[in-house]
T-cell receptor, first 116, second 117 residues
Framework: ETGVTQTPRHLVMGMTNKKSLKCEQH?????MYWYKQSAKKPLELMFV???????ENNSVPSRFSPECPNSSHLFLHLHTLQPEDSALYLC???????????????FGPGTRLTVL | AQKVTQAQTEISVVEKEDVTLDCVYE???????LFWYKQPPSGELVFLIR??????QNEISGRYSWNFQKSTSSFNFTITASQVVDSAVYFC??????????????FGGGTRVLVKP
């Protein structure tokens, strides 16, 4: 099993659809992250979960709804998205660092989302 | 607020040439980490190197080396004797703590490196 997996790898949806992105990590980490990578902006942090508790919501619109049922799984539920939400959505995991900031994040391959 | 700037958007070199990527960062935190990640065409970000704010010693790891200068808030990265497989987008990132749990990475805009045979 590779460290961080994401499904689906590609997703095309209409603006009225509801879909979910899934992320699973097999590294025994306790923190998980969602990032958005669009063509015209740097990688943007969306959400952080540490020990299954959301600790960061980076001013993300409510049409994106994260869920972390356990430390190995992270979901991003999508509804009524806009075409500008088309992007690569990356999931990552790491150990919670506390005062230790150096733990690198391990990334999945991403889900390429297209909103029509 | 944190900010990371990579002024070079694209660099093209011929194989075996050295490539240096520039990174400048801004933060008010006194404790932080700096990273370099590589994103090949497959999309997955791969961790390359890490340096904390208290250690300005520059190191070499294989073909990678880095130059961290706190006085100028720069964290430059060099690939020595580049290879075609080094072609990718390279991201510099700054890590600060979030409420003593997890860490928050702020990324630069990335530099696309194209190594031609």
């Amino acid at each position: 099993e590779t460290g961080v997996t994401q499904t689906p790898r590609h997703l095309v949806m209409g603006m009225t659809n509801k879909k979910s992105l899934k992320c699973e990590q097999h590294l025994g980490h306790n923190a998980m992250y969602w990032y958005k990578q669009s063509a015209k902006k740097p990688l943007e942090l969306m959400f952080v979960y540490s020990l299954e508790e959301r600790v960061e919501n980076n001013s993300v619109p409510s049409r994106f709804s994260p869920e972390c049922p356990n430390s190995s799984h992270l979901f991003l539920h999508l509804h009524t998205l806009q075409p500008e939400d088309s992007a690569l959505y990356l999931c990552a995991s790491s150990q919670p660092t506390g005062t230790l900031l150096g733990n690198e994040q391990f990334f999945g391959p991403g889900t390429r989302l297209t909103v029509l | 607020a944190q900010k990371v700037t990579q002024a070079q958007t694209e660099i093209s070199v011929v194989e075996k040439e050295d490539v240096t990527l520039d990174c400048v960062y801004e933060t008010r935190d006194t404790t932080y980490y700096l990273f370099w990640y590589k994103q090949p065409p497959s999309g997955e970000l791969v961790f390359l190197i890490r340096r904390n704010s208290f250690d300005e010693q520059n190191e070499i790891s294989g073909r990678y080396s880095w130059n961290f200068q706190k006085s100028t808030s720069s964290f430059n990265f060099t690939i020595t004797a580049s290879q075609v497989v080094d072609s990718a987008v390279y991201f510099c990132a700054l890590s600060v703590t979030i409420k003593a749990a997890g860490n928050k990475l702020t990324f630069g805009g990335g530099t696309r490196v194209l190594v031609k045979p």
